[in-house]
């Protein structure tokens, strides 16, 4: 099931499994921003990581000396979401996790996730409640996809991803092997990224301490910024095709509270790298921002 939010820019299509968002039309400009989900290439279009974003070391982790089996982004993408209160402009969706996945994470919590339109912008905001009597460590992470090309005379080597970092913070990059991260060092001049072909051949491109990613076309003005002050890391990602060396046509731009496994884990996951914890009764609050041109 779908349900749609609208302003005089966008209009804003979100199902209510994953509480993902599909589709995001321009009023003004005519534009759909999203990727189709076309399983050719990748059938998700924008869904929301959680509890593990990326992939653990041979998909498991140990927590209190038990040991957890769990796939690559975790499950909360492939639940069933309420909505919790909708007007025409924004809506908010919740999930109680009521035991359902202590097999494979042994804490229950609550999920709401909250869409609202600001002109021609589209804020998410995310929040987390520890149900539990102890300490709860989790990660979440967006992973909207952008259409390729937006015009019919471009292509996708027309466009670009610029990077803004986070005041007086060092930027690192890591790259993926086998889908575990390893760290390449500090990115000490951050350049633009042109769009090409065989850009995402080893996988995902991925940084900390980056505030915003705007794509962006050299023959028009249309483009998307995603703003995402204060998150640890994002990712950039397309599916690269082996059997013609270009990728996929969309552009993932990631803001995460949370990183794949690195290739020297212990797999403890309290000590999992970019992890975050969470007091009992306490609440997580994150937002984001997409902005379409």
């Known amino acids: 099931m779908t349900m749609d939010i609208e302003n005089d820019w966008l209009k804003v299509e979100i199902s209510n499994k994953g509480a993902e968002v599909r589709k995001v039309m321009h009023k003004k400009n005519g534009l759909d921003y999203m990727w189709t989900g076309d399983k050719a290439y990748w059938a998700r279009v924008s869904p929301v990581l959680f509890p593990i974003v990326g ?3 041979e998909d498991r982790y140990q927590l209190d000396g038990k040991t957890y089996q769990m796939s690559q982004h975790g499950f909360l993408r492939d639940v ?59 990660s979440i992470g967006a992973h909207p996809a952008f259409r390729l090309p937006l015009l019919e005379n471009e292509t996708i080597e027309d466009y670009s991803l610029h990077l803004i970092p986070a005041a007086n913070m060092t930027v690192m990059e890591y790259e993926l092997k086998n889908s575990l991260i390893f760290e390449k060092g500090m990115a000490n001049e951050l350049s633009t990224i042109q769009l090409t072909g065989s850009l995402f ?85 994150a937002e984001y921002k997409m902005k379409f041109k």
């Open 55 to 57: 992939r653990l070391k």
């Open 80 to 138: 069933l979401f309420e909505v919790e209160e909708q007007t025409s402009s924004a809506i908010s969706f919740s999930y109680e996790s009521g035991g359902r996945f202590l097999h494979v994470y042994p804490y229950d919590f609550k999920v709401i996730i909250r869409y609202s339109l600001n002109e021609d912008s589209l804020v998410v905001r995310w929040e987390i409640k520890n149900t539990n009597k102890e300490e709860m460590y989790f």
């Open 201 to 285: 051949a080893q996988d995902a491109i991925v940084y900390s301490n980056i505030d915003q990613i705007t794509l962006a076309s050299n023959k028009s003005n249309h483009g998307v910024e995603v703003i995402f002050e204060d998150f640890p890391f994002v990712g950039i990602w397309s599916k690269y095709m082996d059997t013609n060396g270009k990728m996929a046509p969309f552009v993932c731009i990631e803001p995460w509270y949370g990183i794949a496994d690195t290739n020297h884990t212990t797999g403890n996951f309290k000590e999992k790298f970019g992890i975050n914890k969470l007091k009992p009764r306490e609440s997580f609050q």
